[in-house]
């Protein structure tokens, strides 16, 4: 819908952190002409901070926003990103990569996975698929260079993502709001105004007094959910059933090992350790089932697990897994925590905080909230939240762990039909299921589809032309070039000591 100059939006932004300032970001640099945008947010309420790895798409909308990324890293500390690993999984001892990428060379009528799972089901000695994908590879040996698409070929075929201080993002991005135009206002809110004919909100009134007027309302107050859940009263689906860990407990430390360039993610007896390497210090989480573990023994696990001295005492965080039933509602938009929450098992609350912006400023209204924008923003955010609650709860029912009652749950607990779907067609087929929207392609799903010992039963039948000998041999040369090549590249820490060093704290 077109415009026009007089028909300035006021956009009221209700709670800061991340989500906030990316909000007031994204709306002040692409949108300077449709909307004024005020923030505001308290220090009195803490953010959660824990944030701190994110999705290839992240790159994407910073380069939007016309952020450098050098400057981008080094002001908020960050690492490079080639992927996630997952250790002890599908079985105690199991390590494999998730990876920014594709396995084999990324080209071709039939995805390479198709070729590999014919000849392990051959029983034919294979290398693991981690090795046969660029960057695992890379990520494996810790190593970085930018994918080189000019010249095409291996080093092509993968993407990156970020690791970094989520404390430092927000305010890196405030700054960037601020200069084009945003107004912050220090203040909590104590009262919403609702129309009395049609329930929109029209005012905030803050602890001073002060009534702030707008036209849209983004909350992102966390998981409070000020405006969305609790004003309006927005359903709350729970999805704890399917993913039961409401509880993380994290603690920084000193960095004692290799800078590396992927996230880890460990499984522990009621639910698995995260470790993110930062230019300056290490991030590291339990994330768990309060049904199966204190919130005592949790904290003393991470203790006992860290590689270094620790930076700050263990911090509980409380949550729960779902979404609500919408996430516009009138003319409220809640995006990041306020809108739902997934665990952050595959680094995915930056992306939805993302994708929810994104959609917005496409459908950005007028005052007159039109009932077809709202409509086709909840859609969006519904189907990433529902194909990502899916890919999650796949991590954990995936796997022959019976050592504790934590997997022994997850292992045998219902899932969804809409997995239970994917899941039949990758075991009799090996096809994975494609999606025109939605954040995890073929190569994710087949990660950890592998990586976690589901092997199919068939495969493509083209596959079967080639002779066995033939693919073995081409499968070796395949690893070999790949080792190679990657050999060629620089550590991660000097690359990332040459190209973006941290900016020391003002």
Same mark, same amino acid.
């Given at each position: 819908?077109?415009?026009?100059?007089?028909?300035?939006?006021?956009?009221? %932004?209700?709670?800061?952190?991340?989500?906030?300032?990316?909000?007031?970001?994204?709306?002040?640099?692409?949108?300077?002409?449709?909307?004024?945008?005020? @923030?505001?947010?308290?220090?009195?309420?803490?953010?959660?901070?824990?944030?701190?790895?994110?999705?290839?798409?992240?790159?994407?909308?910073?380069?939007?926003?016309?952020?450098?990324?050098?400057? *981008?890293?080094?002001?908020?500390?960050?690492?490079?990103?080639? #992927?996630?690993?997952?250790?002890?999984?599908?079985? %105690?001892?199991?390590?494999?990569?998730?990876?920014? #990428?594709?396995?084999?060379?990324?080209? #071709?009528?039939?995805?390479?996975?198709?070729?590999?799972?014919?000849?392990?089901?051959?029983?034919?000695?294979?290398?693991?698929?981690?090795?046969?994908?660029?960057?695992?590879?890379?990520?494996? =040996?810790?190593?970085?260079?930018?994918? $080189?698409?000019?010249?095409?070929?291996?080093?092509?075929?993968?993407?990156?993502?970020?690791?970094?201080?989520?404390? @430092?993002?927000?305010?890196?991005?405030?700054?960037?709001? =601020?200069?084009?135009?945003?107004?912050?206002?220090? /203040?909590?809110?104590?009262?919403?105004?609702? $129309? /009395?004919?049609?329930?929109?909100?029209?005012?905030?009134?803050?602890?001073?007094? =002060?009534?702030?007027?707008?036209?849209?309302?983004?909350?992102?107050? /966390?998981?409070?959910?000020?405006?969305?859940?609790?004003?309006?009263?927005?359903? *709350?689906?729970?999805?704890?059933?399917?993913?039961?860990?409401?509880?993380?407990?994290?603690?920084?430390?000193?960095?004692?090992?290799?800078?590396?360039?992927?996230?880890?993610? %460990?499984?522990?007896?009621?639910?698995?350790?995260?470790?993110?390497?930062?230019?300056?210090?290490?991030?590291?989480?339990?994330?768990?089932?309060?049904?199966?573990?204190?919130?005592?023994?949790?904290?003393?696990?991470?203790?006992?697990?860290?590689?270094?001295?620790?930076?700050? =005492?263990?911090?509980? @965080?409380?949550?729960?897994?779902?979404?609500?039933?919408?996430?516009?509602?009138?003319?409220?938009?809640?995006?990041?925590?306020?809108? /739902? *929450?997934?665990?952050?098992?595959?680094?995915?609350?930056?992306?939805?905080?993302?994708?929810? %912006?994104?959609? @917005?400023?496409?459908?950005?209204?007028?005052?007159?909230?039109?009932?077809?924008?709202?409509?086709? *923003?909840?859609?969006?955010?519904?189907?990433?939240?529902?194909?990502?609650?899916?890919?999650?709860i796949l991590h954990y029912h995936a796997t022959s762990r019976d050592d504790s009652p934590f997997w022994n749950y997850v292992r045998t607990m219902p899932i969804p039909d809409s997995l239970a779907e994917k899941l039949e067609l990758w075991r009799r087929r090996g096809r994975v299921v494609k999606y025109r929207e939605g954040v995890f392609l073929d190569a994710s799903w087949i990660a950890v589809y592998l990586g976690q010992g589901v092997l199919p039963e068939g495969w493509d039948p083209r596959a079967d032309v080639a002779g066995t000998h033939d693919l073995l041999h081409a499968v070796a040369a395949l690893r070999a070039e790949i080792a190679a090549d990657v050999a060629l590249r620089p550590d991660h820490r000097t690359f990332l000591e040459r190209y973006c060093p941290m900016v020391a704290a003002a």
């Amino acid at each position: 819908m077109t415009k026009v100059t007089n028909d300035v939006v006021r956009v009221v %932004i209700v709670g800061g952190g991340t989500a906030g300032w990316m909000a007031g970001a994204a709306l002040t640099r692409l949108l300077s002409n449709q909307c004024k945008v005020r @923030l505001i947010e308290s220090e009195a309420i803490g953010v959660v901070g824990v944030g701190e790895a994110t999705l290839p798409h992240i790159r994407a909308f910073n380069e939007r926003l016309g952020i450098p990324e050098a400057e *981008f890293m080094a002001r908020t500390r960050a690492t490079f990103k080639l #992927g996630i690993e997952f250790r002890d999984w599908g079985r %105690i001892g199991d390590s494999y990569i998730h990876p920014f #990428g594709t396995f084999g060379r990324g080209t #071709g009528a039939i995805d390479f996975h198709h070729y590999w799972s014919r000849l392990a089901r051959e029983g034919k000695d294979l290398p693991p698929l981690d090795q046969l994908s660029y960057a695992c590879t890379l990520a494996r =040996e810790a190593r970085f260079e930018h994918p $080189d698409h000019a010249r095409g070929g291996l080093s092509s075929t993968f993407g990156y993502a970020y690791q970094f201080d989520a404390l @430092l993002f927000a305010p890196y991005l405030r700054s960037l709001a =601020e200069d084009a135009g945003a107004v912050r206002t220090e /203040g909590m809110v104590v009262d919403v105004a609702r $129309d /009395g004919e049609n329930g929109l909100i029209r005012a905030v009134t803050l602890a001073d007094g =002060e009534r702030v007027e707008g036209d849209l309302f983004i909350d992102c107050s /966390g998981f409070r959910s000020l405006l969305l859940g609790q004003t309006l009263g927005e359903p *709350f689906e729970d999805w704890s059933k399917w993913l039961p860990t409401d509880r993380a407990v994290a603690m920084p430390c000193r960095t004692e090992t290799a800078v590396t360039p992927y996230t880890s993610a %460990i499984a522990m007896p009621a639910g698995w350790r995260w470790r993110i390497p930062l230019q300056h210090r290490t991030g590291n989480g339990y994330v768990y089932a309060s049904d199966f573990i204190t919130d005592a023994a949790a904290a003393r696990a991470l203790e006992d697990a860290v590689e270094g001295e620790k930076l700050a =005492e263990p911090r509980l @965080l409380r949550f729960k897994a779902g979404r609500r039933r919408r996430s516009w509602v009138g003319n409220c938009v809640a995006i990041g925590l306020a809108s /739902g *929450f997934l665990e952050p098992l595959e680094s995915t609350s930056i992306y939805l905080v993302q994708q929810a %912006i994104t959609a @917005l400023i496409e459908l950005f209204p007028s005052r007159q909230m039109e009932a077809s924008d709202r409509d086709e *923003f909840n859609r969006i955010i519904d189907l990433e939240y529902d194909r990502i609650r899916d890919f999650l709860i796949l991590h954990y029912h995936a796997t022959s762990r019976d050592d504790s009652p934590f997997w022994n749950y997850v292992r045998t607990m219902p899932i969804p039909d809409s997995l239970a779907e994917k899941l039949e067609l990758w075991r009799r087929r090996g096809r994975v299921v494609k999606y025109r929207e939605g954040v995890f392609l073929d190569a994710s799903w087949i990660a950890v589809y592998l990586g976690q010992g589901v092997l199919p039963e068939g495969w493509d039948p083209r596959a079967d032309v080639a002779g066995t000998h033939d693919l073995l041999h081409a499968v070796a040369a395949l690893r070999a070039e790949i080792a190679a090549d990657v050999a060629l590249r620089p550590d991660h820490r000097t690359f990332l000591e040459r190209y973006c060093p941290m900016v020391a704290a003002a």
